[in-house]
């Protein structure tokens, strides 16, 4: 038995969006690889705690506002501290959760991989919009999130 819905057109955009969206993040991630760098994820969780105003984030904070599973985020963060990118602390408000801090090697990072990252953005996303379009998007989207 099949379902029907009011709005085909919103199947029909919701698939387009799931393929631009993998589209897209795989041709940023290739021009990464290219310039001998880390993935997108990498540069995601260093710049959401470089912008927290602290440089730190609990980790189901940073979970969150990177939209990546929790696994994701706790072998990366792994990863990440590995390298000498983040270093973990304790919550002091949480015993269950840590909180990750950048280090001055992952801003450093981060500063390396934001060439790379902007222009790929802008090659394979930003040349395709005028201005108006983008906050047009960036409000549709925003709708959708919240």
């Given at each position: 038995?099949?379902?029907?819905?009011?709005?085909?057109?919103?199947?029909?955009?919701?698939?387009?969006?799931?393929?631009?969206?993998?589209?897209?993040?795989?041709?940023?991630?290739?021009?990464?690889?290219?310039?001998?760098?880390?993935?997108?994820?990498?540069?995601?969780?260093?710049?959401?705690?470089?912008?927290?105003?602290?440089?730190?984030?609990?980790?189901?904070?940073?979970?969150?506002?990177?939209?990546?599973?929790?696994?994701?985020?706790?072998?990366?963060?792994?990863?990440?501290?590995?390298?000498?990118?983040?270093?973990?602390k304790?919550?002091?408000?949480?015993?269950r959760?840590?909180?990750?801090?950048?280090?001055?090697?992952?801003?450093?990072?981060?500063?390396?991989?934001?060439?790379?990252?902007?222009a790929?953005?802008?090659?394979?996303?930003?040349?395709?919009?005028?201005?108006?379009?983008?906050?047009?998007l960036?409000?549709?989207?925003?709708?959708?999130?919240?």
């Open positions: 038995m099949t379902e029907q819905t009011d709005n085909p057109a919103a199947l029909d955009a919701w698939a387009a969006l799931l393929h631009t969206e993998r589209a897209l993040q795989d041709r940023i991630e290739d021009d990464l690889k290219r310039a001998g760098l880390p993935s997108l994820d990498w540069y995601d969780v260093l710049q959401e705690l470089e912008v927290s105003g602290e440089g730190s984030l609990r980790q189901a904070a940073l979970q969150k506002c990177t939209e990546l599973a929790q696994y994701n985020v706790c072998r990366l963060v792994d990863r990440l501290e590995r390298d000498g990118l983040v270093t973990r304790s919550c002091p408000m949480d015993a959760n840590n909180v990750v801090v950048i280090t001055d090697k992952g801003r450093a990072l981060r500063q390396q991989m934001l060439p790379v990252y902007a790929a953005v802008d090659a394979h996303f930003g040349r395709h919009l005028s201005a108006e379009e983008a906050g047009q960036r409000a549709i989207l925003g709708k959708l999130k919240r």
